[in-house]
């Protein structure tokens, strides 16, 4: 979730040294995922920071308006988070985006995800995502996709 691999870091009296090995364009979006970081959340462990990180992407993705056929936002989003992972993506003509990733040999079977961009009901504006341990709900009309 940090996008950082393994980081070690040395006490230098009241401050922390920490070297990170990362290609320059991947800076930003680093500051970005830190900047939401919680100092009460690092009492908890790396883990717990990881999962509330998890937690926040979720609610962000579900704050999206994506009403049937004005799912422009949600696909944009999608798109540019599926693209790190794949080799190759592009969009058809009804808007459907269509990934491949190729592993190995790619000799081995094949694996289809399919899933609903739009929502049949728009998210309702200004309202709040009541989080109760695992339950999520909306206080007014749809959390998400139905």
Do not use: F
């Not at 070690?8 to 009241?14: A, C, D, V």
């Not at 979720?58 to 936002?73: K, N, P, Q, R, T």
């Not at 190729?102 to 694996?111: D, H």
């Amino acid at each position: 979730m940090l996008g950082v691999p393994h980081v070690t870091y040395r006490e230098n009296r009241s401050s922390y040294h920490v070297p990170i090995r990362l290609e320059r364009t991947k800076l930003l979006d680093l500051a970005e995922v830190l900047s939401l970081i919680q100092l009460d959340w690092l009492e908890h462990g790396i883990q717990y920071v990881e999962e509330q990180l998890l937690y926040h992407e979720i609610e962000c993705l579900l704050s999206i308006s994506g009403v049937s056929g004005e799912e422009d936002a949600v696909r944009e989003v999608v798109k540019e988070k599926l693209t790190r992972y794949v080799d190759h993506i592009t969009e058809d003509h009804y808007g459907n985006l269509l990934a491949e990733k190729t592993y190995g040999s790619g000799n081995g079977p094949t694996i289809l995800l399919n899933a609903h961009l739009d929502t049949v009901d728009d998210i309702v504006e200004g309202r709040s995502i009541i989080k109760e341990g695992n339950i999520w709900s909306s206080s007014q009309g749809i959390l998400g996709g139905q």
